[in-house]
């Protein structure tokens, strides 16, 4: 198929704008559906083009934005909310949520009950009295503290603490979100529970996740990024999760993920012996600080919650005393 100069012109703006492309006249625009037709363009949504290296080449969060910042483009007084938000504030989000925006609901956008605004397969319209809006990446969206108490007032408590953690991390009061959520209507149970436990301890939202399973298993908050020094090294070592039981014995669980492994900037040249050589000295410098007990898991062994909760329990974490 031969070269459309034009169309490649607009698309290597939007690509250097990290957008999606809205075409800008009808030859362009049929350009781009003749290459559809072939699988050389993707259309995440109607009147929405993207070169489908690139595509495949983005993870969820990055589509969306992509799509998002594109129909900022578009319409420029439309104010995003939702996941849409979340992700353009760089919250931590499940990819799988991401994914069924992609492909299943759609994009929420916040506006005034006055004037016609009629939703469609691909965008979902919330009226609200008043509409604030905040610019990012030049996008406006929702405010930082009203997207959350949105998504995490619609979502499952471990997704919506993980989100949660974040934004208190990044200097959101719960006081804040709260409010946000009384003001719009959106205060339920689901979002009193993450708001009761959420803190800015996680440093990722892979700590914050586990954080919330643990709790949704029925075990104690842990305390979280405790640091512990080995007497007879004297390095310093910080936990990811600390519990104390009654007898006064402390247990620790780490959570490990394959890019401790891969990534080049966390083995630091090191070889995998040399790396478990080092988990192994960390632990015996943490049992000499006085931990009894140290569990390593995985992103993975959140899944199976009967295996995780058995695997806690027998290491003796303790439960509390009503499930959460």
């Known amino acids: 198929m031969r070269d459309h100069a034009e169309m490649s012109r607009q698309l290597d703006e939007a690509e250097r704008e990290r957008r999606c492309l809205h075409p800008i006249g009808n030859p362009v625009r049929k350009a781009l559906l003749r290459r559809a037709r072939t699988g050389e363009i993707e259309t995440p949504m109607p009147g929405l083009f993207v070169r489908a290296e690139l595509w495949k080449s983005l993870g969820p969060v990055e589509q969306l934005k992509y799509v998002v910042r594109a129909l900022a483009q578009w ?3 439309w104010v995003f909310a ?8 760089g919250l931590w989000i499940e990819y799988g949520v991401v994914r069924r925006i992609l492909h299943g609901p759609a994009i929420t956008v916040v506006c005034t009950p006055k004037g016609t605004h009629c939703n469609s397969v691909h965008i979902e ?11 990012v990446d030049g996008v406006r969206v929702t405010p930082l503290a009203q997207t959350v108490a949105e998504c995490t007032a619609a979502m499952s408590f471990v997704d919506g603490t993980t989100m949660a953690c974040c ?33 800015a301890n996680a440093e990722n939202g892979g700590e914050a ?20 020094v080995d007497p007879q090294t004297g390095r310093r070592y910080r936990v990811d999760y600390l519990w104390r039981t009654a007898d006064d014995r402390l247990i620790v669980v780490e959570l490990d993920g394959l890019v401790k492994y891969t990534d080049p900037a966390m083995v630091q040249g090191r070889t995998l012996g040399g790396i478990i050589d080092d988990e192994r000295e960390r632990t015996e410098g943490l049992q000499r600080a006085g931990v009894h007990a140290v569990i390593r898991i995985r992103m993975e062994d959140l899944v199976d919650r009967r295996e995780l909760a058995r695997k806690l329990a027998e290491a003796g974490v303790p439960m509390m005393r009503q499930a959460a």
């Open 82 to 89: 939702g996941v849409a938000a979340a992700c353009m504030h």
């Open 167 to 199: 934004a208190l991390r990044k200097g959101v009061r719960a006081e804040l979100i709260m409010i946000c959520a009384v003001e719009n209507g959106l205060m339920n149970d689901g979002l009193r529970k993450v708001l009761q436990y959420a803190n």
């Open 125 to 135: 319209r919330k009226h609200r009295a008043h509409v604030r809006s905040v610019v």
């Open 75 to 77: 319409h420029p007084d």
């Open 209 to 228: 996740k586990a954080f919330a399973v643990f709790i949704e298993c029925g075990f104690v908050p842990p305390a979280q990024q405790v640091e512990f």
